[in-house]
């Protein structure tokens, strides 16, 4: 029986945002940002630097537990990394992330988001470690069973125990406050029905949080509406309470979703009618909406001259009172301060504001860009390609509005130069776009449904013409999309 869950009267939710919107009411105070060249969490457009406040973060407060949560939530994707002092790889900076979780913590952000499959599988375990320094009343630890992969093993209640139960270990808590059915609507409802519900798994969970070892109950959804409908009518059917869901939204997906995605606009009105709060995932739209062209910069920087566009797309993302938190994966200190900035307090967007946007998401969605968030899902490749990392060299490029179209461009030399140089700074030649055989093992797991070795033939065209120095149009550079 579905529990009765407590009323929000001071609620926004989107339908009141939307009439906000109409309305055209809201104070333009400056949220003042920081910036890094480089990185999903980043600034562009933004130079002036204000104090971090540590008392005025904005909070919203769940309508199913009461929790009362830091609007900017941490997303603990990508941790920071170093290479292991006897050079044989790679492992997460601890001390990297014990400071950014201390500042963060000291400035009012309480929710942490991780998973078994972050950073290489270390995620958890480098989370746990930085938060177990804090008072466990400081923080809210939100984590999923990631059995989203095809691996019969994982899936079978036995295996999907087992990384519950590790996740507890890794994270060295006794109680998870938030806990996620990873990806639910990635091949829809076969997949659904074989993780949760034929395996025994989902009625084990809602003991465990009818056993306190779980707070709150959600998912995070990409994928077929089919799996986000049937999932809410399992809620008005009265067989299952959910307790928050985490949806895709920025002010590109809120109408012009692509890919896995579906248009945030009714996810999250769906959401809204059952009183459901949502998490957001991707207000940056994996760093692309912190990296504008000149053209949509320059519509922002008109309205709000000190903001970065990074700024922007957070302050879209918050504003519907029907969103609990907004996760950044912030690797760097300067993403994390303009993030706090950005918060502290939020000054939501209003109607014309809103109308800039529409129009940068019109210019984004006619550029060349690459549609891909940097998410990490495609990785490994077995052949060693950098898939996220070559395609964020190319979008920056593309942000930067150094593209060339022709050979005969004013500012050929340099443009060249800046693509070639930066590549290989970033990108090991072995890990390139060359290196790509099309075996299209990747495919199947990207979230915005890129059809990866097609764009590296074309990133890979492109840049053979720069190395080689020839005349070329780019009609010459065209492959079919």
């Known amino acids: 029986m579905m529990e009765k869950k407590k009323s929000n009267s001071d609620k926004m939710g989107r339908r009141s945002f939307l009439k906000t919107l109409g309305a055209g009411s809201v104070a333009t105070t400056a949220a003042l940002s920081g910036c890094k060249p480089s990185g999903g969490?980043?600034?562009s457009g933004g130079t002036a630097l204000a104090e971090v406040p540590t008392d005025k973060m904005t909070y919203r407060v769940s309508p199913t537990t009461g929790d009362r949560v830091s609007l900017l939530g941490y997303g603990c994707m990508r941790w920071p990394l170093r290479q292991k002092a006897d050079g044989s790889g790679e492992e997460i900076d601890q001390d990297a992330v014990n400071e950014l979780v201390d500042y963060a913590i000291a400035h009012g952000v309480n929710y942490f988001d991780t998973a078994p499959v972050y950073v290489r599988g270390w995620s958890e375990t480098a989370t746990g470690i930085a938060l177990k320094r804090h008072p466990r009343?400081?923080?809210?630890?939100?984590?999923?069973?990631?059995?989203h992969r095809d691996d019969p093993q994982l899936r079978s209640f036995e295996g999907s125990r087992a990384m519950y139960e590790q996740s507890f270990r890794n994270l060295q808590v006794d109680y998870i406050d938030y806990y996620l059915l990873h990806g639910v609507g990635i091949g829809g409802m076969a997949p659904l029905r074989e993780r949760f519900y034929d395996n025994g798994m989902l009625d084990f969970l809602i003991k465990e949080r009818a056993l306190g070892r779980i707070r709150n109950l959600g998912w995070s959804f990409h994928g077929e509406q089919e799996v986000f409908d049937f999932l809410l009518a399992e809620q008005d059917a009265g067989h299952v309470r959910w307790d928050f869901a985490q949806i895709q939204l920025n002010y590109i997906d809120w109408k012009h979703a692509s890919g896995w995605n579906i248009n945030a606009e009714y996810l999250l009105g769906e959401l809204e009618k059952r009183d459901i709060p949502a998490v957001i995932m991707e207000p940056l739209l994996g760093g692309r909406l912190s990296r504008l062209g000149s053209e949509a910069l320059h519509i922002l920087q008109e309205m709000r001259p000190q903001d970065s566009a990074?700024?922007?797309?957070?302050?879209?993302?918050?504003?519907?009172?029907?969103v609990l938190t907004v996760l950044s994966g912030m690797v760097y200190m300067e993403h994390l301060q303009e993030n706090v900035r950005t918060y502290s307090p939020l000054v939501p967007v209003n109607a014309e504001e809103n109308g800039a946007l529409e129009k940068v998401a019109e210019i984004m969605l006619n550029a060349d860009y690459v549609q891909c968030t940097e998410c990490q899902y495609c990785m490994p490749c077995p052949y060693g390609v950098d898939i996220p990392g070559v395609f964020g060299h190319y979008n920056r490029i593309i942000s930067a509005g150094k593209r060339l179209k022709s050979s005969n461009d004013e500012n050929y030399r340099k443009a060249r130069r800046d693509f070639l140089v930066g590549y290989d700074r970033n990108?090991?030649?072995?890990?390139?776009?060359n290196h790509c055989i099309g075996c299209e093992i990747c495919k199947p797991h990207c979230p915005q449904t890129i059809d990866i070795p097609n764009e590296m033939r074309r990133i890979d065209v492109y840049t053979e013409q720069l190395k080689q120095g020839v005349e070329f149009s780019n009609e010459q550079l065209a492959i079919k999309r």
């Open 310 to 322: 990074a700024s922007w797309a957070f302050r879209y993302a918050g504003t519907p009172e029907s």
């Open 41 to 43: 969490g980043g600034a």
């Open 137 to 147: 009343d400081k923080f809210f630890i939100a984590t999923k069973m990631s059995t």
């Open 427 to 433: 990108i090991p030649k072995f890990r390139q776009a």
